[in-house]
């Protein structure tokens, strides 16, 4: 059984940054496919980022490539996610996903664990 906690989320203003962290107990984190997902008020739960069990690879949802940045330290057992020039419309609650297969994915129906997500709003 995996546990996730995530970290860092805030009120900020248009434009600034933010970086969140995950971090995972009770598994072996190396094994983990993760991924950050986000839910705003009244909508689904969306995908916003992957990154495979070593680092290699890393897929992004088309509105944060560019902005968005997701990394992972094995040796901490933590996943990342830079956000740079924050719009509003990425305030949400954001939460990290452990998948335990190899192959990155984005649907979240895929995922295994999850935590219970942090808020993130960005004032215009």
């Known amino acids: 059984q995996v546990q996730l906690v995530e970290s860092g989320g805030g009120l900020v203003q248009a434009g600034d940054s933010l970086r969140l962290s995950c971090a995972a107990s009770?598994?072996?984190?190396?094994?983990?496919?993760m991924g950050w997902f986000r839910q705003a008020p009244g909508k689904e739960r969306d995908f916003v980022a992957v990154?495979?069990?070593?680092?290699?690879?890393?897929y992004y949802e088309d509105s944060v490539k560019g902005r968005f940045t997701i990394s992972r330290d094995n040796a901490k057992n933590t996943v990342y996610l830079q956000m740079n020039s924050l719009k509003p419309e990425d305030t949400a609650v954001y939460y990290c996903?452990?998948?335990?297969?190899?192959?990155?994915?984005?649907?979240?129906?895929?995922?295994?664990?999850w935590g219970q997500g942090t808020q993130v709003t960005v004032s215009s």
């Open positions: 009770g598994g072996t984190f190396s094994g983990y496919t």
């Open positions: 996903a452990a998948d335990r297969t190899r192959v990155p994915v984005t649907t979240k129906g895929n995922y295994d664990y």
């Open positions: 990154i495979s069990w070593a680092g290699g690879r890393a």
